[in-house]
């Protein structure tokens, strides 16, 4: 089993930033990737960024939406996944989720994700 913490969302104006963090703890090296997904009203699960793991991190891959604007990174030593989000806009606001998993065909896709957070909240509004 692997644990999922994430924190760091909140409200922000639009064109601001914000960086969520996600702590891993349990059996971590059971996966390979670590990445995030939000959830907006009425809207389906999306990948926003993922990135491998093993070996020190790897590949980061973002969603077409949040290109330019958000960066995901990873602290190997804490088992933490971060993601930068700057020039936030109103349609980003969801619920943020960070999941991790050993994805075998789409990085980004959330059904490949068997290890989820509670999530966080992300509000971008004037």
């Known amino acids: 089993q692997v644990q999922l913490v994430e924190s760091g969302g909140g409200s922000v104006q639009p064109g601001g930033s914000l960086r969520l963090s996600c702590a891993a703890s349990?059996?971590?090296?059971?996966?390979?990737?670590m990445g995030w997904f939000r959830q907006g009203p009425g809207k389906e699960r999306e990948g926003v960024a993922a990135i491998y793991t093993a070996n020190g991190g790897g590949s980061a891959y973002y969603g077409d939406s949040v290109k330019g604007r958000f960066t995901i990174s990873l602290d190997n030593a804490k088992n933490t996944v971060y993601l930068q989000m700057n020039s936030l806009k109103p349609e980003d606001t969801a619920m943020y989720y960070c999941?991790?998993?050993?994805?075998?065909?789409?990085?980004?896709?959330?059904?490949?994700?068997?290890?989820w957070g509670q999530g966080t909240q992300v509000t971008v509004s004037s």
């Open positions: 349990g059996n971590t090296y059971s996966v390979n990737c």
């Open positions: 999941a991790a998993a050993s994805p075998r065909l789409s990085i980004l896709d959330p059904d490949e994700y068997n290890y």
